[in-house]
């Protein structure tokens, strides 16, 4: 990592938008700067249209266009990009398997599915830890509350996070504010960033929330994706 950065950036490359969600929330989280992308074409754009280096990759094995250890291969023929760590991600955890990501340039392996903090322990070792800063605290006590209330009555909740590949058709406050007039007063929307939206469902099971997803397409132009968690 250079010198006087102050945060430390991280690409993930994996073409399951769930994975990037995830990586990205656990990292983001952490005080990581993470960037995501869905292939090896979208990740070599991303990595050469920079003026520094990340300081971590992140890479499926297995991409639509290219697998990750060709992908490291080719990235590490380059001297510019020969040092930077990457570590593998794949639901194959068999010695041959490890063994051809070592290597391929890879400098550690992660076996999917994986614990959010075994995620963090493998990125701390290999670019050290950042301070963190605490992301979406309305969101974060909203949750909290909403999660006690559901299991003193014992009842669902569900959380929805509706994430944008690509340019956004317009404003994200607008279109939160669009989704608002589609739900009940109970509901809330949160803007996370310029793609992304959560909406936290009090009294609602995944089928219903599997309605809302529906009934809120209308308002949602683009490439869009759902992740849906539903407490209990």
Sequence with gaps: MEKGKET???????????????????????????VAAATSEEAVRKIKSRKELFDLIIVDINLPDQNGFEFIRNLKSEEKYRYIPVIILSIDATVPSIKQAV??????????????????KRVEKLVGSVKKEDRYPELKDLLKKEVNRARRG??????????????????????????????????????????????????????GAEVVVKKIQGELRGSWRYAISTYP
Excluded: Q, W
């Design 103 to 120: 290597e391929a340039g890879a400098v550690d392996y992660l076996v999917k599915p994986f614990k959010a903090e075994e995620l963090v």
């Design 154 to 207: 014992n009842v669902n909740i569900s959380l929805i996070l509706a994430h944008c590949e690509g340019k956004i058709a317009g404003e994200i406050s607008k279109i939160a504010e669009k989704i608002r007039g589609k739900l009940r007063d109970i509901d809330t929307v949160f803007e996370i960033n310029e793609n992304t939206l959560a909406l936290v469902l009090p009294v609602t099971g995944r089928e």
């Design 8 to 34: 430390k950036d991280i690409l993930v490359v994996d073409d399951s938008v769930l994975v990037r969600l995830m990586v990205k929330d656990i990292l983001g989280g952490e005080g990581y700067n993470v």
